[in-house]
Nanobody, 115 residues
Framework: QVQLQESGGGLVQPGGSLRLTCTAS????????MGWYRQAPGKQRELVAT???????NYGDSVKGRFTISRDNAKNTVYLQMNNLKPEDTAVYSC?????????WGQGTQVTVSS
């Protein structure tokens, strides 16, 4: 079993920045992928960014060039640095952990971009 602890959401003005953090604990394998997905009201959940233990990253098209995902393997933690935030980035952001044994989700954290 894997548990995910998220932090860092909140309210920010357009053009501002936020950093999300997600830490995994429990039965972790040597290889896994962690990252963030988001869901806005009335929309489907979409990829924000993921990063594997190898360092390989994947970004959603709408956040490329503005968001950066990084990780600290020793701490089983990933960070999502979000810059130049736009109102359309408003959503619930959920941390995801997946490996060959399963797929796990955090409880989600609200990010609201508004003036």
């Amino acid at each position: 079993q894997v548990q995910l602890q998220e932090s860092g959401g909140g309210l920010v003005q357009p053009g501002g920045s936020l950093r999300l953090t997600c830490t995994a604990s429990g039965t972790l394998s040597s290889f896994y992928v962690m990252g963030w997905y988001r869901q806005a009201p009335g929309k489907q959940r979409e990829l924000v960014a993921t990063i594997a233990t190898t360092g390989s990253t994947n970004y959603g098209d709408s956040v490329k060039g503005r968001f950066t995902i990084s990780r600290d393997n020793a701490k089983n933690t990933v960070y999502l640095q979000m810059n130049n935030l736009k109102p359309e980035d408003t959503a619930v952001y959920s941390c995801n952990f997946r490996n060959l044994l399963g797929n796990y989700w955090g409880q989600g954290t609200q990010v609201t971009v508004s003036s």
